[in-house]
Nanobody
Framework: QVQLVESGGGLVQAGGSLRLSCAASGNIYIINAMGWYRQAPGKQRELVATVTRDGRGNLADSVKGRFTISRDNGKSTVYLQMNSLKPEDTAVYYC??????????????WGQGTQVTVSA
């Protein structure tokens, strides 16, 4: 069993900041890429940011210069620092963790989602 626990969502005014965290635990041999996706009402889930095991990040154009993704391999945790938030950032944010389980199988798993609401 693998658990992904997200935290850090909430309500913030435009221009404010939030930090999301996603901690993985359980039967994991090694974690590879980690990332964040979001889904706004009536829209498809979209990529926000990803980070490789060695810390190389990739951000969607819509969040470049405002969001930062990072990870702590010792804590099996990925973070998303969101600054200068805009109303259009409002969505449910999901973490995605790609790992190899103890049996050697590759798995892509999702967190439960955390709501981020940015008021104008």
């Amino acid at each position: 069993q693998v658990q992904l626990v997200e935290s850090g969502g909430g309500l913030v005014q435009a221009g404010g900041s939030l930090r999301l965290s996603c901690a993985a635990s359980g039967n994991i041999y090694i974690i590879n890429a980690m990332g964040w996706y979001r889904q706004a009402p009536g829209k498809q889930r979209e990529l926000v940011a990803t980070v490789t095991r060695d810390g190389r990040g990739n951000l969607a154009d819509s969040v470049k210069g405002r969001f930062t993704i990072s990870r702590d391999n010792g804590k099996s945790t990925v973070y998303l620092q969101m600054n200068s938030l805009k109303p259009e950032d409002t969505a449910v944010y999901y973490c995605n963790v790609n790992y190899m389980g103890l049996l050697g199988l590759g798995v892509s798993d999702w967190g439960q989602g955390t709501q981020v609401t940015v008021s104008a």
